[in-house]
C-alpha cells in the first residue's frame, strides 16, 4: 500500500527531528579538541554524549518501526510515543546544556575555569587514592561533576543518578555542582566545592554515608547517647562526611570558608530545625574537632573563639551535642568499610585511610598565602591548596584593613588555579565498560517514564 501524503509528511518532519541531536552532539565534541573551549570539559562531555546517543538509538528505532504505508491508528500512535521520547531527550540534554553553555559567555569563561578546575582536583585526590588503594567502585572510576551556576543562597551537588527539582527523574549521567552565581565573584569561598565533591564520592565509592549512618548509631548507642540525639546524628551524617572531607581535601581554610557562608542571624545559627545538616552553630565544632585531630590546635583553637565571639557559648542546648562530636568524628573517619575494600588483599580501607591532611601541607598553604597576599602567584601545591592559601589571604587583608588588595588577591588566585592545572583534556574517557552500561540503564529508564515526570505535557 502506498504511504498516506500526511503520514508520509510526519514521518520525514520526525526523521530529521531524531537526526538533530547527534548533529548538535558531533558539535559539541568538536569543541573538546584540545586547545578548545572545553577541553577541560571533555571526560564529562564525552559521557553525557555516550548517554545521550544511547537516547538516540532507542529514538532511531523508533523511527524505524514507523511505516507511513501501514495501520494509520497505529503510526499515529508510535509517531505520538516517538515525540514524547524526543521531548524527554532533550529535557534532559538541555539541563546540561544551558551549564556548558556559560562557557562560552567571556565573562564567566574563566571563572568557571576556576570552579571546574578545583572541582576536578577534588575530586580527582579522592579517587586517585582509591585507585592507589585497589578500590574499585561498582560503576568504575569517572568524570569530575560539572559545574553550573544557580540563582540560590548556597552550593549544591546533583550526585550521580540522582534528580534535581528541574529534572524529574533520577536520571542523572555526570554530576552536578551548583553555585550561586555571585559566588564566583570570591574565589576563595570555592573552598565550599570540597563539601559538594565530599557528596560525589561517597556516591561514587559505594554509598558510603548509608553504612556510616550505621557506624555513628553504634558507636553513640554504645556510649550511652540518648536516643533522640542518636536520630538527629543519623541524619545529619551525609552532611557531616562532605563536610570532613572538605578538611581532609583542604585544612583549617575550609572551616573559615564556612564559617563565612554560614555567618547569619543568631536565630538562624542556633536553630535546631535543620533536616539534613546539623545546625549552623554545631558545624565549625565537629570540623573543627577534625582540624585538632591533624594536629592543628592553634588553628582550630582560633576558628572556635572566632565563632563564639559572635554565636556565644553553647549553653544547655548545645553542651549535650559537643560531647557527642569526637566519637561521632572518630566513626565516620575511622570505620572500615566494605565499599573501600582493596580489590586484591580483601582489605577494607576508611576515609582516614583514603584521604590525608598534614602539618607539611599547611606549612605550604602558609607560605603560599603570602606570597598571594602579596600579588606573587604561588608554586608547588596542587590546586585545592591554592584556594585554602587564597582564603586564608583574604582572612589577612581584612585583618589589616587593606580591603582595596582584594580585587588583586582574586585575581592572582584564578591566575594561580590555572596555571598549575594540567595542561590539555582532563580524566579522558567514559572510565570502563561498566560505566557505559550504567549510562545505557540511565538511558532506557528515562524513556520509560512519563512524561509528566519531567513537568511536561
Not at 264 to 289: A, G, S
Not at 395 to 421: D, Y
Request: glycine share 6%; hydrophobic share 40%; charged share 20%.
Amino acid at each position: 500500500m502506498a504511504p498516506v501524503p500526511g503520514l508520509m509528511a510526519k514521518y520525514q518532519v520526525l526523521s530529521r527531528c531524531v537526526a538533530s541531536l547527534p548533529s548538535e552532539l558531533d558539535t559539541w565534541i568538536k569543541w573538546t579538541a584540545t586547545g578548545s573551549t572545553l577541553e577541560r570539559n571533555f571526560s564529562q562531555i564525552r559521557a553525557l554524549d555516550y548517554f545521550t546517543r544511547t537516547l538516540c538509538k532507542l529514538n532511531d528505532n523508533s523511527i524505524s518501526d514507523l511505516d507511513p504505508a501501514g495501520n494509520v491508528d497505529v503510526f499515529l500512535s508510535d509517531a505520538l510515543d516517538l515525540t514524547q521520547n524526543l521531548i524527554k531527550s532533550h529535557a534532559v540534554w538541555d539541563f546540561f546544556r544551558e551549564r556548558l553553555e556559560l562557557r562560552f559567555v567571556p565573562q564567566f569563561r574563566h571563572l568557571l575555569l576556576v570552579a571546574d578546575l578545583i572541582s576536578y582536583d577534588c575530586y580527582n585526590t579522592v579517587m586517585d587514592r582509591a585507585k592507589a588503594l585497589q578500590i574499585g567502585p561498582a560503576q568504575g572510576y569517572r568524570e569530575y561533576p560539572l559545574i553550573g551556576l544557580v540563582t540560590e543562597f548556597s552550593p549544591a551537588t546533583w550526585p550521580r543518578g540522582r534528580r534535581p527539582p528541574a529534572l524529574e527523574n533520577r536520571c542523572l549521567p555526570v554530576p552536578i555542582i551548583d553555585l550561586p552565581w555571585d559566588h564566583l565573584t570570591n574565589p576563595w569561598g570555592l573552598l565550599i566545592i570540597a563539601h559538594e565533591v565530599g557528596h560525589d564520592v561517597a556516591e561514587d565509592l559505594g554509598k558510603i554515608a548509608k553504612l556510616l549512618q550505621s557506624a555513628v548509631t553504634q558507636r553513640l548507642d554504645a556510649g550511652g547517647t540518648s536516643s533522640e540525639r542518636i536520630v538527629r546524628w543519623k541524619k545529619w551524617t551525609s552532611e557531616i562526611i562532605a563536610d570532613l572531607v572538605g578538611v581532609l581535601l583542604t585544612g583549617p581554610a575550609f572551616v573559615g570558608a564556612l564559617a563565612g557562608l554560614l555567618t547569619l542571624p543568631r536565630y538562624q545559627v542556633r536553630l535546631f530545625d535543620m533536616r539534613k545538616h546539623p545546625p549552623h552553630y554545631l558545624r565549625i565544632f565537629i570540623n573543627t574537632t577534625l582540624v585538632r585531630r591533624l594536629g592543628l590546635s592553634h588553628a582550630a583553637d582560633a576558628l572556635d573563639a572566632g565563632w563564639k565571639v559572635l554565636y556565644g557559648e553553647p549553653g544547655t542546648d548545645f553542651e549535650p551535642y559537643l560531647a557527642d562530636i569526637e566519637p561521632v568524628v572518630s566513626a565516620i573517619l575511622d570505620t572500615p568499610l566494605d565499599t573501600l575494600q582493596n580489590q586484591q588483599d580483601g582489605r577494607r580501607h576508611s576515609l582516614s585511610e583514603l584521604l590525608t591532611f598534614t602539618l607539611n601541607d599547611q606549612a605550604l598553604i602558609d607560605r603560599s598565602a603570602a606570597r598571594l597576599a602579596d600579588g606573587v602567584l604561588p608554586d608547588g601545591l596542587p590546586i585545592r591548596h591554592v584556594v585554602s592559601a587564597s582564603q586564608m589571604a583574604f582572612e589577612q587583608v581584612v585583618r589589616g584593613g587593606n580591603t582595596a588588595r582584594l580585587e588583586g588577591l582574586a585575581q592572582c588566585t584564578r591566575q594561580a588555579v590555572i596555571a598549575l592545572s594540567p595542561p590539555g583534556q582532563l580524566a579522558a574517557g567514559v572510565g570502563s565498560r561498566r560505566a557505559e552500561q550504567h549510562l545505557e540503564g540511565l538511558a532506557r529508564a528515562l524513556l520509560e517514564r512519563p512524561l509528566e515526570d519531567f513537568g511536561l505535557h
